[in-house]
């Protein structure tokens, strides 16, 4: 079966560091992955996604995540964290074994302290 | 460009009363549609899915049902509100075509039922 894991429920980082959250995946084609960011009481907002080509790959506010085919992971990953980005992150994966809907992952709370 | 609505963005029910929460995407056409609920500001659940008008999908067996009575209106409904129907609802939508479209979701409806 398809799934997708996010094993930090919380990262904390200061304001200015760099900034990683870890998805791990497990697909049984070709992966199509996608990363998501929730503020409080909002809807997600979409913010890159993997489908083919360059492993890293670059998206908005910034961000990027690196496809690494033999880790099966796709970390979202930022230079240099602001206080702005404090929000929950979502990654998720495409089952394409079956009707094709989006696997999500529990959720990373990243927490950026000034 | 497309956009999302959803309303309305939250409101308190009783138990037993009835429940109606409506979804219109603008700017495209024939969308795939979806309802999720988020429960506990965490785990995405799916609830329903659209490929077309009178094309619903349910994922889970529930007291909740989902209506398309035109291409990019999308409502969700209850006859009867239980208290475990309380929660962080979500529409969304995606262009039909490949597993590497990427889903799109409004700001979410809070429903409190008391």
């Known amino acids: 079966a398809q799934s997708v894991a996010q094993p930090e429920d919380q990262v904390n980082v200061a304001e200015g560091n760099p900034l990683t959250v870890k998805c791990t995946y497990s697909?049984?084609?070709?992966?199509?992955l996608f990363w998501y960011v929730q503020y409080p009481n909002r809807g997600l907002q979409f913010l890159l996604k993997?489908?083919?080509?360059d492993n890293l790959v670059k998206g908005s506010y910034g961000f990027e995540a690196e496809f690494n085919k033999s880790q099966t992971s796709f970390h979202l990953k930022k230079p240099s964290a602001l206080v702005s980005d404090s929000a929950l992150y979502f990654c998720a994966v495409r089952d394409t074994d079956s009707n094709y809907q989006l696997i999500w992952g529990a959720g990373t709370k990243l927490i950026i302290k000034p | 460009s497309q956009t999302i609505h959803q309303w309305p963005a939250t409101l308190v029910q009783p138990v037993g009363s009835p429940l109606s929460l409506e979804c219109t995407v603008e700017?495209?056409?024939?969308?795939?549609l979806y309802w999720y609920r988020q429960a506990a500001g965490r785990g995405l659940q799916l609830l329903f899915y659209?490929?077309?008008?009178?094309?619903i999908s349910s994922e889970v067996p529930q007291n909740l049902s989902a209506s398309r009575p035109q291409d990019r209106q999308f409502i969700l409904s209850s006859k009867k509100l239980l208290l475990s129907d309380s929660g962080f609802y979500l529409c969304a939508w995606s262009a039909t075509g490949g597993p590497g479209n990427t889903i799109y979701f409004g700001e979410g409806s809070w429903l409190t039922v008391v």
């Open positions: 697909v049984s084609g070709n992966p199509y």
């Open positions: 700017g495209t056409s024939n969308p795939n």
């Open positions: 993997y489908i083919t080509g």
């Open positions: 659209s490929i077309g008008i009178d094309q």
